[in-house]
T-cell receptor, first 112, second 113 residues
Framework: GESVGLHLPTLSVQEGDNSIINCAYS??????FIWYKQESGKGPQFIID?????DKRQGQRVTVLLNKTVKHLSLQIAATQPGDSAVYFC???????????FGQGTELSVKP | KAGVTQTPRYLIKTRGQQVTLSCSPI?????VSWYQQTPGQGLQFLFE???????NKGNFPGRFSGRQFSNSRSEMNVSTLELGDSALYLC????????????FGQGTRLTVV
């Protein structure tokens, strides 16, 4: 039969603005989380990770926030640039070796 | 340091055939995981190999199998291909300990006709 594509949430921002991408995760046992960026035709690229004993972690222009109470992750990108345009995925490790469970992704579009 | 290498990048196969995909992890990484990415289902976990043993398995039929060699390189095989197996197959490598970064290759684009 015909497959129905996932309707990716989209976020459109102006170049130079800050972006916030949200993600809800499913497993209370998950103790490690990663954000990936995927550009068209490429594999997911590691951006930043956070362990469950932290609620915030900062990288270069990116910050990840973790709220375990409501099982929510967010990725903040400062001074968004056209090169940041991509699909962003959150992934959780449900405490099962290297297995990752991915969210559906958010498509970020940066307008120059 | 070389990244994760997947070969081939593109494949076209006919229904009923079988296919083998290869993944060379980052040097020193002992864990290789495989994922299937489709527009309909997103990124789904297939299986993980660590030190030549399957450590985790996703919810895919037995037509999907894999193995890992002593040098940590991994292969996955899909037998009796179906049209629905058309997807981007991605592998990720990590050191294998809990809560360590996983890095992806560029993927193999499989088209089944």
């Amino acid at each position: 039969g015909e497959s129905v594509g996932l309707h990716l949430p989209t976020l459109s921002v102006q170049e130079g603005d800050n972006s916030i991408i949200n993600c809800a995760y499913s497993n209370s046992a998950s103790d490690y989380f990663i954000w990936y960026k995927q550009e068209s035709g490429k594999g997911p690229q590691f951006i930043i990770d956070i362990r469950s004993n932290m609620d915030k972690r900062q990288g270069q222009r990116v910050t990840v926030l973790l709220n375990k109470t409501v099982k929510h992750l967010s990725l903040q990108i400062a001074a968004t640039q056209p090169g940041d345009s991509a699909v962003y995925f959150c992934a959780e490790n449900p405490n099962q070796g290297g297995k990752l469970i991915f969210g559906q992704g958010t498509e970020l579009s940066v307008k120059p | 340091k070389a990244g994760v290498t997947q070969t081939p990048r593109y494949l076209i196969k006919t229904r009923g055939q079988q296919v083998t995909l290869s993944c060379s992890p980052i040097s020193g990484h002992r864990s290789v995981s495989w994922y299937q990415q489709t527009p309909g289902q997103g990124l789904q976990f297939l299986f993980e190999y660590f030190s030549e043993t399957q450590r985790n398995k996703g919810n895919f039929p037995g037509r999907f199998s894999g193995r890992q060699f002593s040098n940590s390189r991994s292969e996955m095989n899909v037998s009796t291909l179906e049209l629905g197996d058309s997807a981007l197959y991605l592998c990720a490598s990590s050191k294998g300990q809990m809560n360590t970064e996983a890095f992806f290759g560029q993927g193999t684009r499989l088209t089944v006709v």
